[in-house]
Structure formats: C-alpha cells, structure tokens
C-alpha cells in the first residue's frame, strides 16, 4: 500500500530545498522506492510532499540517506526538525 510523508519547514527556503535535493538525489530523479513528490514555498517555510511504494521503503530512505544528509548540509539544508504528517494512502486518483 502506497504511503505519504508530508514534510513542512517552518523558514524554510527553495534554495535550502534545492541544496538538500541536489545532496540526496545526485542523479536528479525520485530514489528507489518513491513513485512521486511535490514540493513548494508556502506563506513562512517549505512543505514537501512524498509519495512511496510503503511505509518501509520511507524508513530505509529516511534513515540511509536523508538524516545523514541533513547533518552534512547544516545551514545550507532546510531547517528542523520539521512538522510531520505520515499516513497510509486510502485513495490516489490521476489526472
């Protein structure tokens, strides 16, 4: 079942966005396991939308690539921890 990660950082930047992307995916793209993701400014910070194949391809993402990268990055990268919502995808629908 898919699964959805919402990420919002409070004073968080596109250019911090841009940084953290460009240090966890390399290769530009989506990383193994994550089927979409949508991410923009709002009014005081950034919010970033994941959609994964499951709950344990999220986890394995998380903990291998994305914390170690946020302390590499330090200023550079986007600000936390963030405000988080996770959830178990109940519908999907496509245009």
């Known amino acids: 079942m898919a699964f959805e ?3 919002y950082f409070k004073g968080g930047t596109k250019a911090q966005y841009d940084a953290t992307v460009a240090v966890v995916h390399p290769s530009s793209g989506l990383p193994a396991g994550q089927t979409h993701r949508t991410a923009g400014e709002t009014g005081d910070g950034f919010v ?3 959609t ?3 709950k344990a391809a999220w986890e394995k993402f998380r903990d291998g690539t994305l914390l170690p990268a946020f302390g ?3 200023d550079k990268g ?3 921890p963030p405000q988080i919502w996770e959830f178990e995808v109940h519908d ?3 245009a």
Request: proline share 6%; aromatic share 12%; charged share 20%.
């Open 52 to 54: 994964w194949e499951s």
């Open 92 to 94: 999907e629908e496509h």
């Open 48 to 50: 970033v939308f994941a």
């Open 72 to 74: 590499d990055l330090g």
């Open 5 to 7: 990660i919402v990420n």
């Open 78 to 80: 986007l600000p936390g």
